[in-house]
């Protein structure tokens, strides 16, 4: 193999650029990335940057070590169009065309938005530097703020708009903030520590317009009711960035369909990152993970899996990990779970957000969340990877209650 | 080899005493300890890895 065509300048593509050279691949390697910027550092996006209390520059990865050991052609602010597999081309927005021997997609996600709101300034998404850098810009005039989507980056943009001491609104369709993921009761805790920072909610209600001239000037609600609004920030979940694969043989079908091994349906193709969809065997379901550390695990899995060759490659394998940081809160969860998994607070209680609750589901330990517990995260995480029953997990959190 | 631990950028997400056990451990108090700050050869790779897989990038690893 010559040369390695990377897509997506983000952290699945930094780290699958990192372990190729690692492994000891000493051929021509492109990184192409959409962004103008370096890649950097998105979890930061949301707390520190949004509320000032980092330099944009901190987010940059390899800050010390640069990218000359890593001999990379960065081609950034670069978008690929089009994937010719059989000619093994790609096709750049300036014309030009990288031939590969091998590929890697890393494309990502992009942020959902709410038709019809194109044409109104006010609106923001939160998925860039540049969405961090503009909405923060926004919030400094102490707008009055809608956030759209009680998910996690709806609620850190409600806790960053208190910080700045900015007045909030979030509005969610369902009725408790994070209740798909983590359960009503989490909801309810979350919901109760953002009133006490100031925040309103409008909950059960869907949103059915953003109105104004020009720049937002209110939501309008499903029920009728308006929320003035100077600034809305949609977080309404992403939509994998696979439009450019279209007619290319690369199946698709919400994010990029790999086989076990990270392998596309197309020869010298694998992916990486928010975008993949694969088969995880630590769960037995198709599933397509948007967090950091899939990111630098399945980036590294790709590196390896191009390496192998045509037939080579080992099922990728991985436990879902993410983190929340609202106000003194640190959420940080392991798994994955349903709305209707059976949840039981193990450890400490809900009222003080120090707590451990597990999730079952058809007598399988299915996740764990810690608030404010991260020693005890980890006992738990060791446990969802050894696929261990509910019941023994329940029992391990009690290891006193025995016969 | 020589383990940095930046304790302003550590979260105690504690990965890293996934990735290497013999170098990492987070105690009751929910603070990370170095169990092995010039760790031999025989354990670069899973300090390597535990760096890697750092949320907060705080671990630097340096040669001797």
């Known amino acids: 193999m010559d040369t390695v065509v990377v897509v997506g300048a983000s952290l699945a593509g930094l780290r699958c650029c990192e372990a190729l050279r690692r492994r000891g691949y000493s051929g021509k390697l492109v990184l192409v990335g959409e962004e103008a910027h370096k890649p950097y550092d998105r979890p930061p996006l949301s707390k520190q940057v949004l509320c000032g209390e980092w330099e944009p520059a901190r987010t940059e990865f390899r800050r010390k070590e640069g990218y000359a050991p890593l001999a990379l052609e960065l081609q950034l602010g670069r978008r690929a169009l089009?994937?010719?597999?059989?000619?093994?081309?790609?096709v750049l927005d300036d014309g030009k065309e990288l031939a590969y021997d091998g590929l890697v997609i890393a494309t990502g996600a992009r942020a959902r938005t709410l038709r019809g709101s194109e044409a109104l300034s006010g609106v923001f998404t939160l998925r860039t530097l540049d969405d961090a850098l503009q909405l923060r810009v926004a919030l400094l005039q102490q707008p009055r703020v809608v956030v759209v989507g009680a998910g996690f980056i709806g609620l850190e943009v409600a806790s960053a708009?208190?910080?700045?001491?900015?007045?909030?609104?979030?509005?969610?369709?369902?009725?408790?903030?994070?209740?798909?993921?983590?359960?009503?009761?989490?909801?309810?805790?979350?919901?109760?520590?953002?009133?006490?920072?100031?925040v309103s909610f409008r909950l059960g209600v869907g949103v059915a317009a953003l109105e104004g001239?020009?720049?937002?000037?209110?939501?309008?609600?499903?029920?009728?009711?308006?929320?003035?609004?100077?600034?809305?920030?949609?977080?309404?979940?992403?939509?994998?960035?696979?439009?450019?694969?279209?007619g290319s043989g690369v199946a698709v079908g919400d994010g990029v369909l790999c086989d076990p091994t990270l392998a596309t349906s197309v020869p010298g193709v694998v992916a990486a990152g928010d975008v993949v969809r694969w088969e995880n065997p630590?769960?037995?379901?198709?599933?397509?993970?948007?967090?950091?550390?899939?990111?630098?695990?399945?980036?590294?899995?790709a590196a390896a899996r191009l390496l192998a060759g045509p037939t080579g490659g080992e099922p990728f394998s991985s436990?879902?990990?993410?983190?929340?940081?609202?106000?003194?809160?640190?959420?940080?969860?392991?798994?994955?779970?349903?709305?209707?998994?059976?949840?039981?607070?193990?450890?400490?209680?809900?009222?003080?957000?120090?707590?451990?609750?597990?999730?079952?589901?058809?007598?399988?330990l299915r996740g764990v969340l810690a608030s404010n517990r991260p020693q005890q995260l980890l006992r738990y995480r060791k446990l969802l990877s050894e696929q261990a029953s509910f019941d023994?997990?329940?029992?391990?959190?009690r290891p006193s209650a025995g016969p | 080899m020589r383990i940095i631990v930046d304790f302003d950028l550590c979260q105690s997400h504690g990965l890293c005493t996934e990735a290497a056990p013999e170098l990492f451990q987070i105690r009751d108090d929910g603070f990370l300890y170095v169990l092995n700050e010039t760790p031999g050869k025989?354990?670069?790779?899973?300090?390597?890895?535990?760096?890697?897989?750092?949320?907060?990038?705080?671990?630097?690893?340096?040669?001797?």
């Not at chain 2, 390597?48 to 690893?61: F, R, S």
């Open chain 2, 42 to 64: 025989e354990l670069a790779g899973k300090a390597q890895k535990a760096a890697i897989e750092c949320p907060t990038g705080a671990i630097t690893l340096k040669d001797d």
């Open chain 1, 319 to 364: 436990l879902p990990y993410f983190w929340s940081d609202q106000y003194d809160l640190k959420l940080q969860f392991a798994g994955r779970v349903r709305a209707d998994d059976e949840l039981v607070l193990v450890e400490g209680t809900l009222a003080d957000r120090n707590y451990v609750a597990l999730y079952g589901r058809a007598g399988k």
């Open chain 1, 282 to 301: 630590l769960f037995g379901e198709s599933m397509r993970v948007e967090h950091w550390s899939n990111a630098v695990e399945q980036g590294q899995a």
């Open chain 1, 161 to 198: 708009c208190r910080k700045l001491d900015v007045a909030v609104t979030v509005v969610e369709s369902m009725a408790l903030p994070l209740d798909n993921p983590l359960g009503s009761a989490v909801g309810q805790a979350v919901q109760r520590l953002h009133e006490a920072h100031g």
């Open chain 1, 392 to 397: 023994a997990a329940l029992n391990a959190a």
């Open chain 1, 213 to 246: 001239h020009g720049r937002v000037e209110h939501v309008r609600l499903s029920d009728g009711t308006a929320v003035p609004a100077d600034v809305v920030v949609v977080g309404i979940g992403v939509t994998p960035n696979t439009a450019w694969l279209e």
């Open chain 1, 82 to 90: 089009a994937l010719h597999a059989q000619a093994r081309r790609v």
